[in-house]
């Protein structure tokens, strides 16, 4: 599957979301995209951007390990037909999560949960941070 129509899953996923530990779990599972994305261009993608591809790969790393336990929606990837347009909307959709984690933190009183939504929130800024490095990086 494109990376293009997984990030609009993992969207449409975090949309339906009910409740901040859904969040949470979305939030790594656009992580582990993010890994995935970065591999597959790392290893075929533009040569002056495999440096930058790798890196994201690296970041996306924790989110594939706490999400494993569940089905983790990026290991359909086989293509990035459109690397720029899936690096966007990759951005894109991190923001969006990183503004819906803060809001969650803020309203629980949950302790785990805040800290949860705290650790996803530092992984998917660093994600994000690379996405946007390996974008500029592309002709």
Do not use: F, K
């Amino acid at each position: 599957m494109d990376a293009v129509r997984l990030i609009s899953a993992n969207r449409a996923a975090l949309a339906r979301c009910g409740d901040g530990a859904q969040i949470v779990a979305e939030a790594w599972q656009a992580q582990a995209l993010a890994q995935a994305v970065g591999g597959l261009l790392a290893r075929c993608g533009p040569p002056q951007a495999r440096v930058e591809a790798t890196a994201l790969r690296a970041a996306g790393v924790r989110g594939a390990r706490v999400a494993g336990a569940a089905e983790v929606r990026a290991a359909r990837l086989t293509a990035v037909r459109e690397p720029r347009r899936a690096l966007r909307e990759l951005a894109e959709l991190l923001g969006e999560l990183a503004t819906t984690l803060i809001e969650v933190a803020a309203h629980t009183e949950e302790e785990s949960l805040y800290w949860h939504c705290l650790d996803a929130l530092d992984a998917t800024g660093d994600v994000a941070t690379r996405a946007t490095a390996l974008l500029h990086r592309l002709p």
